[in-house]
């Protein structure tokens, strides 16, 4: 069992949205093995100010971003990725999401502001339970996991 917390700053987006992300979370906690049996995590939506901010104090970049994860456990690849202990969740950490880069993004692929939230909410999720993409065949690993997991619960690239 999953628990998300949502929170939306500014109410940047509407009940849907919120619960669309939140069921697509959940979707993705129930197909990948990677992911604890009772784990928690939070997704905050914000603007491209806060997540600049975020951006240029833990990662060095001067400039706003679509998505940031923040994980609460790493391990070397070797090691299992989390450690659960009896009756108490494993906080996996924190996905925080730009809205307005969110919907600049969507508007340049073409498709819905839904759909590039959950594929931001997707994207920092997997970070978060370990993936990456450093490399070419771990990005080829992590976004073509991405677009099978949205495709699975039904939101394709043309979802409006």
Excluded at 132 to 155: V, W
């Amino acid at each position: 069992m999953i628990e998300i917390d949502l929170i939306d700053e500014e109410q940047y987006s509407d009940e849907y949205t919120k619960k669309r992300i939140i069921d697509l979370l959940t979707f993705c906690s129930k197909q990948l093995e990677e992911v604890p049996v009772s784990c928690e995590l939070s997704v905050t939506l914000t603007d491209d100010e806060t997540i600049h901010e975020l951006n240029k104090t833990y990662r060095g970049k001067d400039q706003p971003t679509d998505v940031l994860s923040f994980a609460m456990q790493e391990s070397a690849e070797e090691e299992p990725w989390f450690e659960e202990a009896k009756d108490v969740p494993t906080m996996l950490g924190d996905i925080v999401i730009s809205v307005e880069t969110a919907k600049r993004q969507a508007k340049e692929y073409g498709h819905s502001d839904l759909r590039e939230l959950c594929f931001l909410a997707v994207h920092g999720f997997l970070h978060l339970i370990g993936y990456d993409h450093m490399t070419e065949e771990d990005e080829r690993k992590m976004f073509s996991t991405q677009e099978a997991l949205l495709r699975e619960y039904g939101i394709e690239r043309t979802h409006e």
